[in-house]
């Protein structure tokens, strides 16, 4: 039996940045993975090929329905789906290769197959072809991520009623497109197809999309959307879902919230309510694991699991699905593992949705301080006043910056608009060290960058922004 000083179950990014992690630190580690290429969902069917194809569909419809304000002029704009689809794929080889060199760079055992838990410390690997290997690890981690969640009435087939795994590979562009869910991955691979000629309807049943931000955010964006041909339906819940025989479309019945009665057609419909811990096989039953009631495993500060000697991370565990979370996660748990101070702070973990425009937000919202009883001071300023948003023709949407009402520190922040998920990063890095508003907005900013809008709505948080938007 092979011995490791620690055994990484998964290869996505909760996995294999811990497992580097580990390794760095002079653990002998190895990881184990289903999958030919690591990267797990975010890279190989998640985060990277769906921003590929943001862009490309981002390019395409800047060419049909902007250029002309920048005085250039295409005629018979087209595009090619096989070749958009070739370079999203390799944008994923890149990076896939990538980190096959760095398990070999910090010499990783890397094992492909499907690993078990069967006993503290003792790990069953089971090959593709059958065959079966034993290894012996002083510690587990658990890193197995999530799947797409799916509806209990709606039965999907993966060919007319889809996951985000087949959406991003469509071989045609669907005629039209229903998204039952209107979150980060329904927007965004909505906004994909909308842009590509899809007629998406969009069904949500929470009153408004992204309801993770406040509504002034969301009406914007959800305006934004509808301009690129987006319809929306809000509070409305789907009933069923029947595929029509041989002809590949589906009707979508739902209801909404004056139990009005709506049936749509579609060549496709994505389901794209959310996602779910994966855990199938992972840990012999017999063992015992502990779960919350949500279905997340259980663990204390350290990541540890009810089980001797092994760890739970990333997906699997409270918190956002998101992969930089698993990342910091990854390494904070390996650190522990190693006696030393690895550390996440929750508060300070940012969340994006890459439409255009774009979302971002950390912290608390304005929502969230209202349940949780915080007073709170607010400073928004308008991209529409902000010298380079309007060079790049890119005026919609605001900076928002939440402080605490009596100590002026820096509790939240959201941005709406080109780029947010560059600009996030500032006010992160100022909750991380515990700084102020007036911390963000005495900090100098070169002239003339969108960042300076971050400035300015932290300025305004006490009434001291410079610039004057426009009326």
């Known amino acids: 039996m092979t011995s490791f000083d620690l055994i990484v179950l998964g290869g996505g990014p909760a996995g294999y940045t811990g497992a580097i992690r580990a390794a760095q630190i002079g653990l002998n580690t190895a990881i184990i993975d289903k999958r030919e290429v690591l990267g797990g969902t975010c890279l190989n069917i998640g985060c990277i090929p769906s921003k590929a194809l943001l862009l490309s569909s981002d390019h395409f419809h800047f060419a049909r329905h ?3 304000r920048h005085g250039l002029k295409f005629e018979n704009v087209s595009f090619d789906l096989t070749q958009m689809m070739k370079r999203k794929q390799e944008v994923v ?11 070999k ?5 890397r094992l492909f197959g499907t690993g078990e838990l069967v006993a503290p410390g003792k790990v069953v690997v089971t090959k593709k072809d059958g065959t079966q290997e034993e290894l012996q690890g002083r510690d587990v981690v658990l890193a197995t991520g999530s799947v797409p969640a799916e509806l209990p009435n709606v039965t999907i087939d993966r060919q007319t009623v889809v996951t985000s795994d087949e959406a991003l590979s469509f071989n045609q562009v669907p005629k039209e497109l229903v998204v039952i869910g209107a979150g980060a991955i329904g927007l965004e691979l909505g906004s994909v197809w909308a842009r590509l000629g899809s007629k998406v309807t969009m069904i949500e049943f929470l ?9 002034d955010v969301t009406q914007v964006l959800q305006k934004a959307l509808e301009s690129e041909g987006v319809k929306f339906h809000l509070e409305t819940t789907v009933t069923a879902v029947a595929v029509g025989n041989g002809n590949g479309t589906a009707k979508v019945d739902a ?7 709506l049936q749509l057609s579609a060549d496709k419909v994505l389901v794209a309510v959310g996602r779910i811990p994966y855990l199938h096989g992972a840990v012999a039953k017999d063992l015992g694991l502990k779960l919350t009631e949500r279905g997340r495993v259980a663990v204390d500060k350290h990541y540890r699991t009810n089980i001797p000697g092994l760890y739970a991370i990333g ?14 996660e990854g390494v904070a748990c390996v650190e522990r593992i190693a006696g030393k101070a690895g550390h996440v702070n929750y508060d300070a973990i940012p969340n994006v949705i890459y439409t255009n425009p774009e979302v971002a937000g950390v912290g608390l919202t304005e929502d969230l301080a209202k349940q949780k009883g915080i007073a709170v001071k607010v400073g928004k300023f308008p991209f529409i006043a902000n010298g380079r948003a309007l060079a790049n023709d890119q005026p919609p949407g605001f900076a928002k910056i939440l402080a605490d009402a009596k100590t002026d520190r820096l509790l939240g922040a959201q941005i709406i608009g080109f780029g947010a998920s560059e600009l996030i990063p500032e006010a992160v890095t100022i909750i991380e060290f515990g700084g102020s508003a007036e911390d963000l907005g005495r900090t100098v900013h070169a002239h003339p960058t969108m960042s300076e809008a971050v400035k300015e709505a932290a300025l305004a948080v006490n009434n001291q922004a410079f610039s004057i938007p426009p009326r």
Do not use: C, W, Y
């Open 66 to 68: 902007q250029a002309a």
């Open 93 to 103: 080889r890149q990076l896939t290769q990538g980190l096959e060199f760095l398990m």
């Open 105 to 109: 760079k910090n010499r990783i055992t």
């Open 207 to 215: 009153p408004r999309i992204a309801a993770s931000f406040d509504p």
């Open 255 to 261: 209801i909404d919230k004056g139990k009005h009665k």
């Open 315 to 328: 997906d699997i565990v409270d918190g956002p699905m998101l992969a930089h979370k698993g990342e910091d």
